[in-house]
């Protein structure tokens, strides 16, 4: 299991920006998809970006792909997801995630505890 923790969260307004950042720990980071989800009040958690090991394949939800981007940094076990564009429908606690597969995130992943974004109109 990889530990996870996420930070950068915070309140903006409508057309700002975030970064977020998630901290994982072991030294097989390289070998994980990374990925972000989101969670709003009352709804199901949705995916939102994902970045393979070597960081040379992203995928990102039709809503955000034009806004956010994922990023990591191997060296440091680190990845990223900067928000730009903000929307009150960004509006959500944000979690990280790590799986061996793409297609293994949502139910064989490890996640982190998440973070906040507030983004006020």
């Known amino acids: 299991q990889v530990q996870l923790v996420e930070s950068g969260g915070g309140l903006v307004h409508d057309g700002g920006s975030l970064r977020l950042s998630c901290a994982a720990s072991g030294r097989t980071f390289s070998r994980y998809f990374m990925g972000w989800f989101r969670q709003a009040p009352g709804k199901e958690r949705e995916f939102v970006a994902a970045?393979?090991?070597?960081?040379?394949?992203?995928y990102y939800e039709n809503s955000v792909k034009d806004r956010f981007t994922i990023s990591r940094d191997n060296t440091k076990n680190l990845v990223f997801l900067q928000m730009n564009s903000l929307k009150p429908e960004d509006t959500a606690v944000y979690y990280c995630?790590?799986?061996?597969?793409?297609?293994?995130?949502?139910?064989?992943?490890?996640w982190g505890q998440g973070t906040q974004v507030t983004v006020s109109p």
């Open positions: 970045i393979s090991g070597t960081g040379s394949v992203t």
């Open positions: 995630n790590a799986a061996i597969t793409y297609a293994t995130m949502r139910t064989q992943g490890s």
